[in-house]
């Protein structure tokens, strides 16, 4: 079988990383369920629910050296549900998301984001999209958050 690619890799990682937030002295709340798939809000049952899948866009470009330099996007959407306020339920999963996935991105431990061999970096380039309160009167507030990645390798690799 051949290597699972760089991309795939970088996606389950940023699973397993999201699914070890947990509510305390770092974060403010602990996911209900980290899914590799979309799921129609209607059938969301425990929240928050944060979905990560790969999105559009990005860029290729070649080295000298035969290799890639790969920058991809990965959309992680999450359901929040607080009836008195899932405004501030969003804005405080999005910077559980974000310091989590940074965090991990500054460790060198072995399997990390930022172990060196998996990733060369990841940003948040725009702020997170939301319902804009679109669903608050059912205390349910929506938003996804676009990850960019970085990743190089040879065809083979990526």
Known sequence: ?????????????????????????????????????????????????????????GSIEPHTDGAFEMVFNIDITGYVQDEADPGTLVLRCVRDIQLALWNDMKSNLTGSLGDGDLCLGIDFREPPETDNGAFSTAGIGYFSQRVECRVNGTWGEL
Request: charged share 30%.
């Open 1 to 57: 079988m051949p290597t699972e690619p760089k991309t795939k890799r970088v996606k389950d990682r940023i699973i397993e990383v999201l699914k070890m937030i947990a509510e305390g002295t770092d974060y403010w709340v602990t996911p209900a369920d980290v899914l590799a798939r979309l799921v129609p809000l209607e059938e969301a049952t425990d929240f928050p629910l944060y979905m990560v899948f790969p999105s559009s866009g």
